[in-house]
Structure formats: C-alpha cells, structure tokens
C-alpha cells in the first residue's frame, strides 16, 4: 500500500474539485476521483499525472449507494483510509419555484445531499478504524442564506451544512474532523451554465459579488484544512455572511432582494429569463 496520503474526491473531474486536486498533488497526495463522465475523468487523470501525481479515477454516481460503496473500497483497498475526503459533486437547476418540475427538486437533492452522504457513509468505517482524516464537505452561499431562483438548490446546501455540524460534534472524539465550505460563485463549468439558464433577479441579485476563480477557492479550502478549521468561507463577502447571516440575512432580503424583486418581477414573466 502506498505511504502518500490518500485524497479521495467526488466531483474531481471538473471545477472546484478539480483545482483542489491540483492543489493535493502538488502535496505528494495519492488521488482517487470520483465523477460521471469518463472523459472529463480520464483528461483530468491525464493532466494531474503530468505532475506525478498517483490518480485513481472512477466513473460513479454518486447518488448510487451501491457503486460509491464499490469505489470507495477499492480506492481504499489501493490506496489506505482516506486522509481527507472531499464531496464537491453538486449541480444547481436554478429557477423560479412554480415552473421548475418536480425532477429538479429530486436530482438536486439526491446529487449535493444523498450524493454527499453516500460518500460520507462508504469512507468513514475505514477512517473510523484508523481514527484519523478530515471530512471535507462543499456547501454554497446558498446553504447560508435562500436566494431568489434557488428553491430546488438552497435547500440540498442547508442539507449538507447540517450534516456537517452535527457529524462534527460525533466525529471529532472518534478522531476524525470536518470542514464544511460556502464557496462564493466561482468561475466553473458549474457557474458558466447556470449563469445561461437562471432567472434575471437571480443574476441581479448575485452579480454584485465578485466571481472567484476555482484556483482561489481550493486554496481557501487548502489553508482552512491545514489550519483545521471548521469553516471555510472563501472570499470577505462568504467570510461576513457566515458569521452574521442570522443577522444580516433578514436584512439583505428585506433592504437588498426585495427591492429588486418588486422593480423585476413580472417583467420578465415571473424572472425566467436569463439576465
Ligand atoms: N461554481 C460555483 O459558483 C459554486 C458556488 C457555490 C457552491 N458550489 C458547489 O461546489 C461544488 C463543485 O461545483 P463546481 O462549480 O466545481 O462544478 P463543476 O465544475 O460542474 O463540477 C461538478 C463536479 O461534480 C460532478 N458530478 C455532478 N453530478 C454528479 C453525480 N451525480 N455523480 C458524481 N459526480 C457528479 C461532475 O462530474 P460529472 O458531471 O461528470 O458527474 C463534476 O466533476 C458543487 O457542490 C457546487 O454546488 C459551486
């Protein structure tokens, strides 16, 4: 078994996942990623084992129990426990609650939270034995504060930010730690899609705060591991709303959304155009 430490990431073929692979290779870390599409798995395979980088990839679903168990363990069997473990997997259908379909809700759900349990549950006997590793969950802004055209997205982020502050409080006299991210908008595929599809009060809304880059938001997350911390809020303006949201966010909707809201609303047939 090789004596690197062992990443294993969901959602490493693309974006945020992808950066902080690049990141975890520089440090000498074995890497598994997990993802759909065997394409974008093999070009990310490709570009990390030019750095020498040891990469195991694995074309999973994670909102299949089964076959992220089946991953897991084999990622395991070659390459120990995890020594961190990171659930970035998660799409975002944005759109206005009474249009969106019922599958929305469905997929949205079943991809950020079941995806991220599935993986939490499949690690975490091997990470248990060893009593050692660090839990890396990937929220959103969004499971800070409920936005306009987030109805189907907002609550899969709540999800896992309360997964991750109960598992917490259980993990850590087990030996194992967790962090939860609350990356801002941040220049992904992800991102480059949604901002095509989601409603103009959305983007009105959203498009005052600056978009990161992926590379920023794995070095937050980077130096938030290293340091230990529970939080990780990359940028000032995730760094204020996850300490003050039970303030401020009343506050945003009331003196900030809600106008924008009224001014918008009907124009454009409820917000579905993209803005
Ligand atoms: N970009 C932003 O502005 C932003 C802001 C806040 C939070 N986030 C969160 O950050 C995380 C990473 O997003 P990103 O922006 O880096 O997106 P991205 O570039 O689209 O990457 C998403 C990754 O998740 C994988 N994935 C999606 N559905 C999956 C499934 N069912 N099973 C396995 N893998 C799946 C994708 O690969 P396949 O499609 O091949 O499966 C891809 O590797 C997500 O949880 C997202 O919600 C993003």
Redesign the pocket.
């Known amino acids: 078994m090789a004596s690197n430490p062992h990443a294993l990431i969901?959602?490493?073929?693309?974006?945020?996942?992808l950066a902080l692979a690049h990141r975890l290779a520089a440090k000498g870390y074995a890497l598994t990623l997990?993802?759909?599409?065997p394409a974008?798995l093999s070009e990310a395979r490709s570009a990390l084992a030019k750095t020498g980088a040891t990469v195991r990839v694995t074309p999973?679903?994670?909102?299949d129990e089964a076959a992220v168990g089946d991953a897991v363990a084999a990622a395991i069997a070659e390459h120990g426990a995890p020594d961190l473990l990171v659930a970035?997997?998660?799409?975002?259908i944005p759109g206005v609650f009474k249009q969106l379909p019922a599958a929305a809700f469905h997929d949205t759900m079943t991809?950020?939270y079941d995806?991220t349990l599935n993986l939490v549950r499949a690690a975490l006997p091997a990470m248990l034995a060893r009593r050692a590793g660090r839990i890396v969950l990937?929220s959103?802004?969004?499971g800070l504060i409920g936005l306009y055209g987030y109805t189907a997205y907002a609550p899969t982020k709540f999800a896992v930010r309360g997964l991750a502050e109960a598992l917490r409080g259980e993990l850590k006299p087990e030996g194992i730690a967790v962090s939860i991210v609350y990356?801002?908008?941040?220049d992904?595929?992800?991102?480059r899609e949604e901002v095509q599809i989601r409603p103009a009060i959305t983007s009105k809304i959203a498009g005052g705060a600056r978009v990161h880059s992926?590379e920023e938001v794995a070095d937050a997350i980077l130096k938030g591991v290293e340091s230990g911390r529970f939080t990780i809020a990359p940028g000032w303006e995730m760094g204020l709303l996850n300490r003050l949201h039970s303030l401020l966010g009343p506050l945003l909707h009331r003196f900030s959304f809600d106008p924008v809201i009224a001014k918008m609303h009907g124009r454009d047939g409820g917000g579905t155009a993209p803005g």
């Open positions: 969901s959602g490493g073929s693309s974006g945020i996942g997990l993802a759909r599409d974008r999973t679903d994670v909102r970035s997997a998660g799409i975002v991809t950020n995806g990937v959103s802004g969004a990356p801002p908008d941040t992904t595929p992800q991102l992926a």
